[in-house]
């Protein structure tokens, strides 16, 4: 499949400045496989990606989530020129199958899940994502629903704080941050994300960027559950496609990585017995077929145009017929 280069050129200049997609061209390359298909963006943001998928599939249907009111906005302000060919809608994909069995879908052709946060949601400080702003310490991506980080602190001890900082921010020195988040939240110091940084930064780390990046990306994954919706969202996505279909997906830190890794290569394996067995007794065929045997990275050159691409990582699979061997 060959995309088309000289659309996805002039299209980053359509794109909201704010947020340009992350490596188009190759979400482009992996995920459109017929002009004609019926495709599912999970995470449409801004409506770069989705823009690139329909312009690459000109007969082709697109369903876009997002459960970001302004994102759904802006999406729909950079779509309408596809009309009927596309419907944004609210929704989580770990409600995937609902969603799309709401709307008739079944047998789609291309899954995609641009997944962590856009650049609209990161520079706008009524969100809290940053700790360079000051801003409510919400970083609710429905931007409303549900317990904020703030409410999470505010019930956390300091055992469980520190266990989300580690287990989620991958941040070794988990117990000293909590313990001193714990003692400003006490002191009525942990009210807006400029001073949950202070009580981060008071701890002395290392490297202040980077632990205030561990910790706040630990407290966003608890508040939305991002990785348990992941785990569910790909199950779901793998169930929806046809064979011959592919889920693409571009993470942007590790332990979304390890799970995308780890799901693929389980759906690839063809047999789960223990290897002490002569002979397979599963029976299990293989229902994927991983295409990026090495993680796909953004160019040089798209990272020099935008460095919130430097972490991203793609992994595209393809849907197995059934009792097809890989």
Known sequence: MQYNAAYLKQSEV????????????????????????????????????????????????????????AARDEAKRVLRPFGDRVEIAYGNFADLSMLAGERGLAGVDGVLFDLGFSSMQLDDPGRGFSYSKEGPIDMRLDGGYGPSAKDLIAKSDQRSLAGILYSFGEEHRARPIARAIIAARDAGRCRTTTELAEAVVSTKPRNRTKTLARVFQALRIAVNSELENLRSGLAQAEALLRPGGRIVVISYHSLEDRIVKQDFATAERPCICPRELPVCACGRKPTLRILTRRVVRPRDVEIERNPRARSAKLRAAEKLAPNSSN
């Open 14 to 69: 359509i794109v909201h400045a704010a947020h340009l997609p992350v490596m188009a061209a190759e979400v482009v390359e992996y995920l459109v496989t017929r002009t004609d298909g019926q495709y599912i963006d999970c995470t449409v943001g801004a409506g770069g990606h989705a823009s690139q998928i329909l312009n690459n599939a000109p007969a082709g249907r697109l369903l876009c989530l997002d459960l970001d009111d």
